[in-house]
């Protein structure tokens, strides 16, 4: 079945007011693990049902926020789902407290998860997560609906994309002052948006009883093995032992664009000759990937097979379609669903990788895993997915770059090395955000950029007057829509790392393994999974080192080729 022709059927609230508790009731009255299974099963398609239905109107809402239906069925989930909450901490209650718990055929991080939920959910919030809700979505309405002037022409976000790495640099100049004009004309609103949200979060923490939203925001992210002061000793293995290899990386960029020193600007233009560009538009892209994925293995030429033939994707930009680009899961159907914005530029190319990664991961979990919780894995696993896809596909990117492939590797895998850096920024940002949630908007802002020059400290901002005052992260849409949730690419960025040293190394296990993570979804922890698929952990000390030190290498061979 087509996308288009998946049904949806708005779920009354009252309808989930009279169901769910007479299926509670069904579960707590279970006598034995015989008697609790069955209802356990039926409460899951029963939440896997409420899932869909709300995550069908979202990704439509997405695709068109002037289409007035999916807008006001956005807004009723933004609404529902927090009331809703109060029946899955329930069930999640009855689950974690079972007597015979032991006996249950259920992983036990789906208990964690349960426990996670307990501590991180009251009644008492759900006020407060419907206006967080609404907020985030007022944030991604805002720049879905940009209207940017450039030489005559209205673009969005991410039509002006190519602009902004053309061969002319007085063109890279002009694009990038009319984003940032978007942005310093919105700069109240989004200050205040932004405001809202840091408030709203720290006063959820506080009634729960936690000291700020640090506490609560690891706790809906769902960190089991993992806390503060790890992340922080990453952060710092990050400073030392990548930055270095940044600056030099970006030196290089310089070089080979004829520049003595890049400017803001410049930042994405890494070639004389032009950046690789993709050898056709959507079909023809999604016929490449096609092609990759029915050579590469069979699982994954059977996942493709089905995204193409039911048309699980939207790809192109167009009016009124929010920015960005995702993956998520339709359990009613099996099957994921891809959003982007393909604008035609590399970054096209990524999506039929990175997300198809993700999406491949969920339709292998799917597959074997009927717990909604446990088919995709907490967010820093399930971005190894996506993100060592990017490397497996190497072999095939003449298929998608045609000369341009070489290019797309070096941009790749220097691109790979410069976000690291960029990932801890931003999370380093949000720590300091929400330790000091009464900060002013422009003490916020100067975090932002006296973290910048310690993470980018190459980077200025001539002429961009709000950018240099540190307000470049209004355009990370994860600050606003999804706290904390930015490390965790970083993380699985090292561990897809040692996926690509492995593929250098012609080690014949790594794409099984890989493919072996994809099929456990969310049954282990993030550390479990980094061992499953024979990888070191991003914080055992030296990790980052040695992984820098193989890249550094790599790439001083790629910079031996004349990319002109």
Same mark, same amino acid.
């Given at each position: 079945?087509?996308?288009?022709?998946?049904?949806?059927?708005?779920?009354?609230?009252?309808?989930?007011?009279?169901?769910?508790?007479?299926?509670?009731?069904?579960?707590?009255?279970?006598?034995?693990?015989?008697?609790?299974?069955?209802?356990?099963?039926k409460i899951n398609e029963y939440r896997s049902h409420i899932h869909t239905m709300a995550t069908?109107?979202?990704?439509?809402?997405?695709?068109?926020?002037?289409?007035?239906?999916?807008?006001?069925?956005?807004e009723y989930w933004d609404n529902t789902m927090p009331r809703v909450q109060v029946f899955e901490?329930?069930?999640?209650?009855?689950?974690?407290?079972?007597?015979?718990?032991?006996?249950? =055929?259920?992983?036990?991080?789906?208990?964690?998860?349960?426990?996670?939920?307990?501590?991180?959910?009251?009644?008492?919030?759900?006020?407060?997560?419907?206006?967080?809700?609404?907020?985030?979505?007022?944030?991604?309405?805002?720049?879905?609906?940009?209207?940017?002037?450039?030489?005559?022409?209205?673009?969005?976000?991410?039509?002006?994309?190519?602009?902004?790495?053309?061969?002319?640099?007085?063109?890279?100049?002009?694009?990038?002052?009319?984003?940032?004009?978007?942005?310093?004309?919105?700069?109240?609103?989004?200050?205040?948006?932004?405001?809202?949200?840091?408030?709203?979060?720290?006063?959820?923490?506080?009634?729960? #009883?936690?000291?700020?939203?640090?506490?609560?925001?690891?706790?809906?992210?769902?960190?089991? =093995?993992?806390?503060?002061?790890?992340?922080?000793?990453?952060?710092?293995?990050?400073?030392?032992?990548?930055?270095?290899?940044?600056?030099?990386?970006?030196?290089?960029?310089?070089?080979?664009? #004829?520049?003595?020193?890049?400017?803001?600007?410049?930042?994405?233009?890494?070639?004389?000759? #032009?950046?690789?560009?993709?050898?056709?538009?959507?079909?023809?892209?999604?016929?490449?990937?096609?092609?990759?994925?029915?050579?590469?293995?069979?699982?994954?030429?059977?996942?493709?097979?089905?995204?193409?033939?039911?048309?699980?994707?939207?790809?192109?930009?167009?009016?009124?379609?929010?920015?960005?680009?995702?993956?998520?899961?339709?359990?009613?159907?099996?099957?994921?669903?891809?959003?982007?914005?393909?604008?035609?530029?590399?970054?096209?190319?990524?999506?039929?990788?990175?997300?198809?990664?993700?999406?491949? !991961?969920?339709?292998?979990?799917?597959?074997?895993? =009927?717990?909604?919780?446990?088919?995709?894995?907490?967010?820093?696993?399930?971005?190894?997915?996506?993100?060592?896809?990017?490397?497996?596909?190497?072999?095939?990117?003449?298929?998608?770059?045609?000369?341009?492939?070489?290019?797309?590797?070096?941009? !790749?895998?220097?691109?790979?090395?410069?976000?690291?850096?960029?990932?801890?920024?931003?999370?380093?940002?949000?720590?300091?955000?929400?330790?000091?949630?009464?900060?002013?908007?422009?003490?916020?802002?100067?975090?932002?950029?006296?973290?910048?020059?310690?993470?980018?400290?190459?980077?200025?901002?001539?002429?961009?007057?709000?950018?240099?005052?540190?307000?470049?992260?209004?355009?990370?849409?994860?600050?606003?829509?999804?706290?904390?949730?930015?490390?965790?690419?970083?993380?699985?960025?090292?561990?897809?790392?040692?996926?690509?040293?492995?593929?250098?190394?012609?080690?014949?296990?790594?794409?099984?393994?890989?493919?072996?993570?994809?099929?456990?979804?969310?049954?282990?922890?993030?550390?479990?999974?980094?061992?499953?698929? #024979?990888?070191?952990?991003?914080?055992?000390?030296?990790?980052?080192?040695?992984?820098?030190?193989?890249? =550094?290498?790599?790439?001083?061979?790629?910079?031996?080729?004349?990319?002109?």
């Open positions: 079945m087509k996308f288009k022709d998946f049904k949806y059927e708005r779920i009354a609230y009252e309808d989930i007011e009279k169901e769910y508790p007479l299926l509670l009731e069904e579960l707590q009255n279970a006598k034995d693990e015989n008697e609790f299974m069955p209802v356990f099963k069908l109107a979202q990704v439509r809402h997405t695709i068109d926020t002037s289409d007035k239906l999916y807008d006001e069925e956005n901490t329930q069930f999640f209650k009855m689950c974690v407290q079972c007597p015979f718990r032991d006996k249950l =055929d259920i992983p036990e991080v789906f208990f964690k998860l349960g426990e996670n939920t307990l501590k991180s959910f009251s009644p008492v919030i759900i006020e407060d997560l419907q206006e967080e809700n609404k907020l985030a979505s007022e944030y991604g309405k805002l720049k879905a609906g940009a209207q940017i002037e450039y030489d005559g022409q209205i673009y969005n976000l991410a039509s002006i994309g190519p602009l902004l790495v053309n061969n002319n640099r007085e063109t890279r100049k002009g694009a990038a002052l009319a984003v940032h004009k978007f942005y310093k004309d919105n700069e109240e609103k989004f200050d205040e948006i932004y405001d809202k949200l840091v408030h709203v979060r720290d006063r959820m923490a506080k009634k729960l #009883g936690y000291k700020n939203f640090i506490d609560l925001a690891y706790l809906r992210m769902n960190r089991f =093995d993992y806390d503060e002061k790890m992340v922080a000793n990453y952060r710092r293995q990050v400073l030392e032992d990548i930055v270095p290899i940044t600056t030099k990386i970006f030196n290089n960029q310089a070089k080979r664009i #004829g520049l003595e020193k890049l400017e803001s600007y410049d930042r994405g233009y890494e070639f004389k000759s #032009g950046n690789p560009k993709p050898v056709g538009e959507e079909k023809v892209l999604v016929d490449a990937a096609l092609k990759m994925y029915s050579e590469m293995s069979n699982e994954t030429a059977e996942y493709f097979k089905t995204m193409v033939e039911n048309e699980l994707f939207d790809l192109s930009t167009k009016p009124n379609k929010e920015m960005g680009g995702y993956c998520t899961e339709l359990f009613d159907f099996k099957v994921p669903f891809i959003f982007s914005n393909f604008n035609g530029e590399e970054g096209d190319v990524n999506v039929l990788t990175h997300e198809a990664g993700h999406g491949l !991961q969920a339709y292998l979990s799917m597959k074997e895993i =009927d717990i909604p919780d446990i088919t995709f894995p907490t967010y820093e696993t399930c971005e190894i997915h996506s993100m060592s896809m990017e490397f497996f596909a190497f072999p095939w990117l003449d298929n998608f770059f045609g000369k341009d492939s070489d290019k797309y590797k070096l941009l !790749q895998l220097s691109g790979t090395l410069k976000f690291l850096p960029y990932g801890c920024l931003v999370d380093h940002f949000q720590h300091e955000v929400y330790k000091n949630p009464d900060m002013s908007p422009q003490e916020r802002k100067a975090t932002w950029r006296n973290l910048e020059k310690q993470y980018k400290p190459d980077v200025e901002y001539k002429e961009f007057d709000l950018f240099e005052r540190g307000g470049y992260f209004f355009q990370q849409n994860h600050i606003f829509q999804s706290p904390f949730y930015y490390i965790d690419y970083t993380l699985a960025q090292v561990c897809a790392l040692q996926f690509y040293k492995r593929m250098l190394d012609k080690d014949p296990k790594a794409f099984e393994d890989y493919l072996n993570i994809c099929r456990v979804g969310g049954k282990y922890s993030f550390l479990k999974v980094v061992e499953l698929a #024979g990888l070191k952990s991003p914080f055992e000390d030296g990790c980052l080192k040695g992984v820098a030190e193989t890249m =550094d290498k790599e790439l001083d061979k790629m910079n031996l080729k004349n990319y002109d």
